[in-house]
């Protein structure tokens, strides 16, 4: 089993950028898919961003392709989203979770692990 700790939330006002960080401990993520997701309150967990296990592969929704970066470093078992040109609509909880070894899922249920997420606010 892996852990996973989300953080580097926070508040921010509309355009502005915040990264967050996922660490893993435990049994490593290296032969591992990793994604982001969120869920603001009222609404389900949806797909945000997903990084192949070698970090040569990416994939985003469309609600953030062009402003948010998913990137890992696996040699400190952290997985990054920067997130940049930020929108009251990208107010949610975030959290990172851990996938497969191949396909690049973006459903919730294809992840075996999460963390306890991170709050972020975009006030506009």
């Known amino acids: 089993q892996v852990q996973l700790v989300e953080s580097g939330g926070g508040l921010v006002q509309t355009g502005g950028s915040l990264e967050l960080s996922c660490v893993a401990s435990?049994?490593?993520?290296?032969?591992?898919?990793m994604g982001w997701f969120r869920q603001a309150p009222g609404k389900e967990r949806e797909f945000v961003a997903v990084i192949n296990w070698s970090g040569s592969v990416t994939s985003y929704a469309n609600s953030v392709k062009g402003r948010f970066t998913i990137s890992r470093n696996n040699a400190k078992n952290i997985v990054y989203l920067q997130m940049n040109s930020l929108k009251p609509e990208d107010t949610a909880v975030y959290y990172c979770?851990?996938?497969?070894?191949?396909?690049?899922?973006?459903?919730?249920?294809?992840?075996?692990?999460w963390g306890q997420g991170t709050q972020v606010t975009v006030s506009s």
């Open positions: 435990g049994r490593t993520f290296g032969r591992n898919n």
């Open positions: 979770g851990r996938g497969g070894a191949g396909s690049l899922y973006t459903e919730p249920y294809q992840y075996d692990s």
